[in-house]
């Protein structure tokens, strides 16, 4: 099988395009060339390209590069900077997936004749009784990445490959240093690739969209305070308020980037809700309602819930089980089965 292996420079993916060649298959490298700009942290460093091609040697394999910078600035950056110019909080990377390493990257793999795209994502292509695809959760809880690759769904699957998704990341790193890869301790990459760690978020988004100072008011609309930038406030958010210390504990429950820009606080309990509303709603094998559990962030718990349609399979209304802090507008929100192992689809959390 000819195997068109996204490497990103980092141990996951270095030992998934081993793992492949090891079982016999035709593998091709491919690192994808995203951001333009500065770069530093992420995915996106030119340090990650030749670590990339370098392993891809060390391999024997071949290794090729696609600039897909428009797209990206396109389906991720311009995205991230208009979701914070109206007070959603974004998630790029998910974006990034959907856009790039999913329907992109799959797209020049057919047009090229390869058989299959494989990521080194720690989640796992599973099989149900019908012998239909499940996308289902990494061995390694602890690294489980199925919440980031949702949008993957059954006829996309049959053309995905998740190598590494059986193993735990220390098996990762050992299958990498037996190997003598360059990258056996590399560390994980965590942050955002077009924010420096230099410049910060505040830097970016500054030199893109003007940032508004806001009032900070309290549930009952008495202002308290003022933050320099709505744009970098998010739901929950308890720091850099610009409130005074002392007091009791003040979250942030709700942001508004209109014409009157200000910032609702409040304790724990004003943050709670019966229920979230998901737009933009994908699945992998189409709609499903009743008893699930969802995950609002890359490595929160799941929690029981019920998912219910509003008018079409593409927005849902989730209804907790018991009160859930506010998820973020912006922010992904996934379905599993209620066994907790295999996706079912996922979202937005809407506003």
Sequence with gaps: MRVLVGMSGGVDSSVAAALLAEE?????????????????????????????????????LDHVVFNFSEDFEANVVEPYVSAHAEGITPNPCIECNRHLKFDRLSERARVLGFDAVATGHHARLERDDHGRPRLARGADRDKDQSYVVHMVDAAELEHTLFPIGHMTKSEVREHARRLGLRTAGKPDSQDVCFITSTGGRERFLGDRIPLRSARVVDTDGRTLGEVPSVEMVTIGQRRGLGLPGGGPLRYVVDVVADEDPHVVVGDGSDLLRDSVEVAAVTWVDGPVEGPVRVQVSAHGPASPAECVAIGSSDRVEVRWAEPQRRVAPGQSVVFYDVDDRWVLGGGVAAR
């Design 24 to 60: 016999g298959h035709e593998v091709v490298g491919v690192t994808m060339r995203l951001w333009g700009g500065d770069s530093d942290t992420g995915c996106c460093s030119v340090a990650d390209v030749d670590d990339a091609r370098r392993v891809a040697q060390q391999l024997g």
